[in-house]
């Protein structure tokens, strides 16, 4: 893989023609940033900025003034490549607040190790409805310890209006769910993103999240992409990097609640 390659056309596709990743979003692209706005239920923010330092701090505020004529807490995704070099620092002066830094990992499909299968007494079933969605919802407020209404909100909206751009599955330990992940393909590019893939204690380390990842890599496989993308944390980094992932650069969300 020629990383300086993948990442231009990630930053290409998926940030600069960003597509809304629902029905009831929108992107926008005023000047120099492209950002996305939907309800309280979406996910709201900056994914693409071209500033400098004469030019940063005005972008900065024009965005708070935006999302705040909605009142949306919004999300500005800084990566480490992003340039100014200081953005991280001008977003906290302007009241962000850093939540922690994740790597941005790509993996060429066809070069992954895509033979991982589910440990004895899991099963993996696809979710296609809201009895689906409910388990998946259920696996990953218990992995995570938080609200799953986005989650919710989200997977039900795709379904309904775009199933094709959608693949998520829930893993089921006598009919429990232990573990909930999804894929969103993006059409008209090669990329399909991972998300979600976390695991309740009690079932880690037994190879249900590396056998999430070929799942949906098989998946994408078979609808036509190339690459998958994952924000991953420091849990998931090493299976991935054995799976066949490639660190590209970080990425670091940056809060601001109005």
Known sequence: MDQAEVLALYDRDLRVGAR??????????????????????????????????????????????RYGDS????????????????????????????????TLMIGDIAELHLDAEPPEGVHLRTVTDEAGVDLLVRAHEAAFGTDGSRLRHGVLARLAAEPDTLVAVVALAGGVPVSGARMELVPGTGFAGLWGGGTVEGWRGRGIYRALV????????DRGYRYLQVDASDQSRPILERLGFVALTTTTPYVYEP
């Open 71 to 102: 009142g949306l807490t919004f999300e500005w995704k800084v990566y480490g490549h992003d340039r100014p070099a200081d953005l991280g620092q001008r977003l906290l002066a302007a009241g962000f607040a850093p939540e922690p830094e994740e």
């Open 20 to 65: 809304p990743d629902g029905p009831s979003t929108r992107v926008e692209r005023a000047g120099n940033v492209v950002r996305q706005i939907g309800s309280e239920q979406d996910w709201n923010g900056v994914l693409w900025s071209d500033v400098d330092e004469a030019s940063v701090d005005a972008a900065i505020a024009e965005q708070t003034a």
């Open 214 to 221: 070929a799942h949906r890599a098989r998946a994408a496989a």
